[in-house]
Structure formats: structure tokens, C-alpha cells
């Protein structure tokens, strides 16, 4: 008889997980079906997942909206090259987003993910100045950033001990904090030293997430990214988190004044279906492509770039985002979240509580040294998992940002059960 595996040894035996360390590996929980805000395991044990599974989840697991849109699309066409060939999915979906992204935005590239888009971005502007015949090879981004896992994306992210073995390949960039109303002034001196030889800036707007979702403001935001125009330096806005709703508006750029130069999406794109990426951009650095000279076109494509399927996805989850439904969750969202902020405002274990939209964030003091390794994150994080949630804390920083169909209750209930867990822990 050969003896029957459980999922988990037959996944011990041949996955390698993403961000496993050796010795805290835990077993991962087999899922085995997702119902709105739910995940449910082999045993039948329930989850909110109060993290929209790593940010991408819009409208909650397996929605039969999204569901028929795409399956309908597969009877149809599945995938087909995109270079010289198109599809009506992926002319709508263009259409469509440059009518709801920042002014200024006119054409659409497709990718695979985030980490890709921002590739793209990069790419999009280092070949902008070098087909004007005027190179620049610094970048400019935020300390502590985060891009994504590629190459590229690692490379103009903040420098850690996720870079460290990588450090002597990674690209020149100038690293600048978050504004604030004291550091700005010494900030633009900075830029201004550099301008010449800086292509674009980089940064996630409003919400540096992996960074412990660390929030700054949208005013010295604003006056940075002017005074960056005004050095003539390009910029990109990775939206790749924070778009399609998390901040309260569709794009964090709505809530700002200056408008990007290229717009990375990827995560909520598809309401979190599949995987997907855009970059997008303003027709200044598309010109700069349109060429005889065949050294100036970009070249890049991938496999599965305008997949169809992915397209359609993208296109339900944009015609659920719109609907008064979603934008009232969204609303209700912000505001219960405000009321659980006012409440723990005493609170001594809680400090930093910050939130932005549907985005909620707090650093947990226990007296412990903070770090992205601590025992508290571990602690923290199998108590909620006990207790039917899954949050999973960056370090000493709990967050939560939930699907948007998450109900009233089950929001009240993880709220009681953070309350409850600042007595246990
Ligand atoms: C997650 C993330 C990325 C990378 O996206 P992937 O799809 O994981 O490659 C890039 N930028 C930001 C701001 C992100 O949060």
C-alpha cells in the first residue's frame, strides 16, 4: 500500500515557499476554497482574510461576477501573442483606465505583475533619455521602499537584509527620506546637487506598504514632486498597492495635486484574480520610441503580456469597483476604522496608529526591540489565526487591509479580538 501524504508533507516535499525561513517554518495551511472575505481550510476552519491575501483581493475570494466574465472570455480566446496581433479586452481595458487615471496618462503597456510594471517604468524612462541623446543613469527613491522582487525592482527599493547578497549589482540610486515639513527644504538642495544626472523618481505615493505601511503627507508629497518636475526628472508612481481603492479614492494620485509621469498597477488590478501588470504613461516618453531607427524601440514583452483572460478579470473587478456597493464598503470601511483609531488612541501597547483609507496600521510595544524578525510578529500572528483571522504583522506592525466586502461585524470582531490579544499577549 503506498501510504497516503497530507497535502502539507506532499508541500514539505516539493515547495519551496516564498519568505521561509528555516527555523520558523511552520507548516503551511492547506486552503481549500474562498468565499468573499473567507478562506476555508481542509478541516472546514474558517479565515477573514483581513489582508486581501498579500493586498490583492478587491472583492473577495471566487466572485461569480468576475468568474463568469472570465469564463466566458475562455470559451473564447484564452491567450494570444501581442505583438502584432490585439484584442477587444485589452482595447477596453486601455480605454478604459486612461479615462479614471491621472491626467495626463496616454498609453497603456501590459505585463505579468508588479515587480514587471516597475521594470517597464524603469526601463520606459532610462531609454527616454538615452534615445534623446542625453543619458541619465541615477534614480531617485524613497529609504525604506518597496518595488518589488526582480531585478530592477530590488534595485531602486530601500536596501536591506532582503538586498544585502545582492548589493554590489544593484543600480545607483539616490535614496531620499519621506518628506516632512523639516526635512524637505535640505531634501530639495539634494535633488537639486543631482538633477542632471537623475532619469526619474520613484516612490509609492502616500503609503510606503511593505516598509510597515508607513504613511506620509500628502502636501509635502506634493511640493516634492513639484520640485522634481522643476528639475526636469521624470516621475514614476508605483501604484502598484495603493491603487484601485485602498486610499479611499481609486488612484492615491487623486489625492494630489502634481500628476505622474508613468503609473505602475498590478495587485488589485484584476480584483486580485490573477496575475497582472500596466505601466502607463504620458505621451512625452512614448514619443520619444517613435522612431526610424530601430536602436530606440523598447524591447520588452512578455510571454503573457495583454492576456486576455487576465484583461476581462481586470474589467469586471473595475465595473464592481464603480458600483455604489463598493464605494459605500469602501467609505464604511475608512470610518469604522477612524472609530477603532479614536478608541485605541490611550492605548499603551498600541503606538503610531495611522490609516488611510481602508488601510489601517499600528506598531505593537512590548518593550521588545522591533524587528521584521521578532518573536512578538510570530506570536502575533498565529493568535489571530486561532482566532479565524488572518493577519500577518511586518515585524511589530499589525495592519489590516481587508477585502472591501468585508462585513460590518466581521471587521468589529477582528477589532475586539486586537483588544482582547493587548490583555493575552
Ligand atoms: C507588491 C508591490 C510590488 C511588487 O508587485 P509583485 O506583483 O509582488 O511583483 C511593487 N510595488 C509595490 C508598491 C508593491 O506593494
Known amino acids: 500500500m503506498i501510504p497516503r501524504l497530507s497535502l502539507i508533507e506532499r508541500d514539505r516535499a516539493a515547495i519551496w515557499h516564498p519568505y521561509t525561513q528555516a527555523h520558523t517554518a511552520s507548516s503551511p495551511i492547506p486552503i481549500i476554497s474562498g468565499k468573499g472575505s473567507y478562506l476555508f481550510d481542509e478541516q472546514g476552519k474558517r479565515y477573514i482574510d483581513a489582508i486581501s ?15 463568469e466574465q472570465v469564463g466566458r472570455q475562455f470559451d ?19 480605454e478604459r483606465l486612461l479615462k479614471i487615471l491621472p491626467v495626463g ?31 541619465r ?22 536596501r536591506s537584509a532582503w538586498t544585502a547578497p545582492f548589493s554590489s549589482l544593484l543600480f545607483d540610486v539616490l535614496y531620499i527620506p519621506v518628506p516632512t515639513l523639516e526635512n524637505i527644504e535640505a531634501t530639495k538642495l539634494v535633488i537639486k546637487q543631482h538633477c542632471q544626472d537623475i532619469a526619474c523618481f520613484i516612490f509609492e505615493p502616500l503609503v510606503q506598504g511593505s516598509a510597515g505601511m508607513l504613511m506620509h503627507s500628502v502636501v509635502q508629497l506634493d511640493e516634492l514632486l513639484v520640485h522634481c518636475r522643476n528639475c526636469d526628472i521624470l516621475l514614476i508612481q508605483d501604484e502598484v498597492f495603493t491603487g ?35 505601466t502607463s504613461c504620458c505621451n512625452q516618453i512614448y514619443e520619444a520610441f517613435l522612431s526610424e531607427d530601430l536602436y530606440k524601440t523598447l524591447f520588452h514583452g512578455h510571454s503573457f503580456t495583454a492576456n486576455p483572460l487576465a484583461c476581462v478579470a481586470a474589467l469586471a473587478s473595475l465595473d464592481l469597483l464603480e458600483t455604489k456597493y463598493t464605494q459605500d464598503n469602501i467609505g464604511r470601511i475608512d470610518a469604522q476604522h477612524k472609530g477603532f483609531s479614536a478608541e485605541m488612541s490611550d492605548e499603551k501597547k498600541i503606538l503610531n496608529i495611522r490609516q488611510c483609507g481602508t488601510i489601517l496600521a499600528f506598531d505593537w510595544y512590548d518593550g521588545s526591540h522591533p524587528s521584521y524578525f521578532s518573536a512578538l510578529r510570530n506570536k502575533l500572528y498565529h ?15 499589525l495592519y489590516l487591509v481587508p477585502p472591501y466586502c468585508t462585513s460590518e461585524e466581521d471587521l468589529n470582531y477582528i477589532y475586539g479580538t486586537i483588544k482582547v490579544a493587548l490583555t493575552d499577549l
Request: charged letters at 15%.
Open 137 to 158: 543613469k541615477k534614480i531617485l527613491a524613497f529609504e525604506h521602499g518597496y518595488h518589488g522582487d526582480t531585478f530592477g525592482a530590488m534595485a531602486v527599493s530601500g
Open 383 to 397: 493568535y489571530f489565526l486561532d482566532r479565524g483571522i488572518l493577519l500577518r504583522p511586518l515585524g511589530n506592525t
Open 53 to 67: 491575501s498579500w493586498w490583492v483581493t478587491l472583492h473577495g475570494h471566487a466572485h461569480p461576477y468576475i468568474a
Open 244 to 278: 484601485f481603492g485602498r486610499t479611499g479614492k481609486i488612484f492615491a494620485a487623486d489625492h494630489l495635486v502634481t500628476k505622474p509621469d508613468l503609473v505602475c498597477l498590478s495587485k488589485g488590478l484584476t480584483g486580485g484574480t490573477m496575475p497582472f501588470g500596466i
Open 105 to 135: 496618462q496616454d498609453k497603456i503597456f501590459y505585463s505579468d505583475n508588479g515587480s514587471t510594471a516597475v521594470e517597464v517604468a524603469l526601463k520606459m524612462c532610462l531609454q527616454y533619455w538615452y534615445n534623446k541623446g542625453a543619458p
Open 76 to 94: 473564447k480566446l484564452e491567450q494570444v501573442i501581442f505583438a502584432g496581433f490585439t484584442h477587444l479586452p485589452a482595447i477596453e481595458l486601455a
